[in-house]
């Protein structure tokens, strides 16, 4: 069987910058998911990936990965953002509340 991806085309929505503002706090906390993820099922940090040693060089703090490691969470916040306005649903930021 060949699996052809599908993902919904979401090129013509634009984000409101707020929108794009918390494209990094949802990237963040992608990474931080991940990485406790990996952490409880035995993973550490290593200089070099190695699944039969469990050691990944992505096992640092967000802020420590380069824009480069970083863009993986952002581009997937982003297109998940991008998907939730596209099926017409809004997010909204209760007043008073700036995280």
Same mark, same amino acid.
Request: glycine residues 6%; aromatic residues 8%.
């Given at each position: 069987m @060949? %699996?052809? *991806?599908?993902?919904? &085309?979401?090129?013509d929505?634009?984000?409101s910058?707020?929108l794009? !503002?918390?494209?990094?706090y949802?990237a963040?906390n992608?990474?931080e998911v991940?990485?406790?993820?990996?952490?409880?099922?035995g993973w @550490? %940090?290593? *200089?070099?990936?190695? &699944?039969?040693a469990?050691?990944?060089?992505?096992?640092?703090?967000? !802020?420590?990965?380069?824009d480069?490691?970083k863009?993986?969470d952002?581009?997937?916040?982003?297109?998940?953002l991008?998907?939730?306005?596209?099926?017409?649903?809004?997010?909204?930021r209760e007043e008073?509340n700036r995280?």
């Open positions: @060949t %699996y052809e *991806p599908k993902p919904i &085309d979401t090129k929505i634009q984000l910058d707020e794009l !503002a918390l494209t990094e949802l963040e992608a990474h991940w990485a406790t993820q990996r952490i409880a099922q @550490t %940090y290593g *200089p070099q990936r190695d &699944d039969a469990k050691l990944h060089p992505d096992l640092l703090p967000y !802020a420590d990965l380069t480069e490691e863009q993986y952002r581009s997937t916040a982003m297109e998940t991008k998907l939730i306005v596209k099926l017409g649903y809004r997010i909204d008073g995280g």
